[in-house]
C-alpha cells in the first residue's frame, strides 16, 4: 500500500523536529557566528555542478596534496 508521505517530506518534517525534546531557542549563536565567515557563493557553485564532476573535483584535489606532501617532504630531505 504507497504510503501517503513521500520519503523526502518524511525525512524533511524529521529534520524539523526538536531533537531529544530541545527546546526551539532560534538560531545557535555558535553557528551563526561561523556562517559569517563561510562563502556560500562557492558553495552554490559547487552544488550547480553534477555530482561526478563534484568527485572529479575533490579526486584532483587528493592528488593534488599528495603531491604537495610529496613535494614537502622531499624538501625535508634536502
Known sequence: MPSRFSRQSLILGAMEQPILGQAD??????????????????????????????FQRLIELQQFAAELRRAGLAASRR
Open 25 to 54: 531557542a532560534g538560531p545557535d549563536p555558535v553557528v551563526e557566528a561561523y556562517k559569517q565567515h563561510v562563502d556560500r557563493s562557492l558553495i552554490r557553485e559547487n552544488l550547480k555542478r553534477s555530482v561526478e564532476e563534484r
